[in-house]
């Protein structure tokens, strides 16, 4: 499984983002619009799903690429 990334590597504001979520069918695409320095780092992601209102994601974990499956709750760089 991938590990999120270091502090030193943490995504811009503003910076496009793909981000899988529970409640999306597939993964959709975002911009950060706020970064936690936790670790693991954290973001916050204005996300624009197809077929509906753009709605804002907290505190969603973000890796250096897309992880497995197997995590549920992701984001990385478009």
Do not use: H, Y
């Not at 504001?13 to 670790?39: L, N, Q």
Request: with cysteine; proline share 13%; net charge positive.
């Amino acid at each position: 499984m991938n590990k999120p990334k270091s502090k030193g590597a943490t995504p811009r504001i503003g910076a496009s983002v793909m981000v899988r979520v529970p409640f999306f069918a597939k993964p959709t695409v975002g911009i950060c619009v706020a970064v936690f320095d936790e670790d693991p780092v954290e973001i916050a992601v204005q996300a624009f799903p197809l077929g509906r209102d753009s709605l804002q994601l907290p505190a969603v974990p973000f890796f250096a690429s897309e992880p497995d499956a197997g995590v549920r709750s992701a984001a990385w760089p478009a």
